[in-house]
């Protein structure tokens, strides 16, 4: 064991709000709103409460970062970073983010998943220490062995090491490929206090969105949009 395997490691977060939300409609998803909060503020807010600094936000163009801006209530001020230009995707906002990057760790996140839970960030962290030496990257795997990559840690020095190989199409499965060490870690083996499973779970569609309202919102709130 490397040190004090329940002490989680320094980290800064990362979210990433660059898409373009085409499977949700003509809205931004990032600002799409639950319980009166906007889903970008849920997760910043997440983040936030186990990383010491309000996290990063990796945006693809300035409209993105107004709107974004826009709806993040007061006590989230987050650091904004564009998306890398010789990159698409994921990969874009990572590495667009990572100058920025001022830890050792990183977790990388993305804004459309509003029910990310601290518990379930902090039990992961707390899992890199029990390796020995620490991997790269460390990501929750579900039950077929499909991994959740925005809802992972990835050692800073690491993924500037492969930047040169990664094509400029590449997605966050080939990074974790790139690097030396990927741990992933079951979904089922968080303890039952550590809602990791629906942690991971990213909103995509309004059909998604709607179903999300109904778990969440008193009737009275809810709308058909």
């Not at 709103?33 to 409460?49: L, P």
């Not at 990063?56 to 974004?68: G, K, L, M, W, Y």
Request: aromatic share 6%.
């Amino acid at each position: 064991m490397s040190g004090d395997p329940h002490r989680r490691p320094d980290f800064s977060g990362v979210v990433l709000a660059g898409g373009d939300s085409r499977r949700f409609g003509e809205a931004d998803k990032a600002v799409a709103v639950v319980n009166g909060t906007s889903f970008v503020q849920r997760v910043a807010e997440a983040v936030h409460a186990i990383a010491d600094d309000p996290p990063i936000v990796a945006v693809n163009r300035t409209e993105q970062r107004d709107a974004i801006e826009a709806g993040l209530e007061s006590g989230i001020e987050p650091r904004f970073a564009f998306d890398a230009a010789s990159l698409d995707g994921p990969v874009a906002g990572l590495y667009g983010a990572l100058p920025d990057v001022d830890d050792e760790w990183l977790f990388l996140t993305a804004c459309d998943m509003p029910r990310l839970s601290p518990a379930a960030i902090a039990w992961l962290a707390t899992r890199i220490r029990s390796v020995d030496p620490p991997p790269d990257a460390l990501v929750p795997a579900d039950a077929d062995g499909r991994c959740q990559p925005l809802h992972g840690f990835y050692r800073r020095e690491a993924v500037v090491d492969v930047r040169h190989r990664l094509p400029s199409a590449a997605g966050l499965r080939a990074l974790l490929d790139a690097v030396s060490e990927t741990i992933t870690v079951p979904i089922e083996a968080a303890p039952s206090d550590v809602p990791l499973a629906t942690s991971v779970r990213n909103i995509n569609t309004r059909r998604e969105y709607q179903e999300l309202r109904c778990e969440v919102e008193s009737p009275a709130l809810r709308r058909v949009d």
